[in-house]
């Protein structure tokens, strides 16, 4: 079992940026590849970045391609997502999630997922 929560959310002007951050407890954290995806009211939830074991690949939607970054710590078994540039758009509870599959955008590949954290975007 991993456990993990997320932190960092909150209220931004358009523009500004956020950090989240999610903390993962349990099983070795290394073992498994991490995944940001967010959820707007109305919508379904969708793939937004994701990030290999070793934090030496990436991958991100297109939607936030060169605005948003993700890392990992895995001293600190935490991943980050960094936010610039925010759009009202980008409005939405984001959730982290981890999986055993190398680096994935499939969301039914991801085991582990946290409870999400708010992000709004006021314009």
């Known amino acids: 079992q991993v456990q993990l929560v997320e932190s960092g959310g909150g209220l931004v002007q358009a523009g500004g940026s956020l950090r989240l951050s999610c903390a993962a407890s349990g099983r070795a954290f290394s073992n498994y590849a991490m995944g940001w995806f967010r959820q707007a009211p109305g919508k379904e939830r969708e793939f937004v970045a994701a990030?290999?074991?070793?934090?030496?690949?990436?991958y991100y939607a297109d939607s936030v391609k060169g605005r948003f970054t993700i890392s990992r710590d895995n001293a600190k078994n935490t991943v980050y997502l960094q936010m610039n540039s925010l759009k009202p758009e980008d409005t939405a509870v984001y959730y982290c999630?981890?999986?055993?599959?190398?680096?994935?955008?499939?969301?039914?590949?991801?085991?582990?997922w946290g409870q999400g954290t708010q992000v709004t975007v006021s314009s």
């Open positions: 999630a981890a999986t055993r599959v190398v680096l994935t955008s499939v969301m039914n590949d991801y085991n582990y």
């Open positions: 990030i290999n074991r070793s934090g030496g690949s990436t």
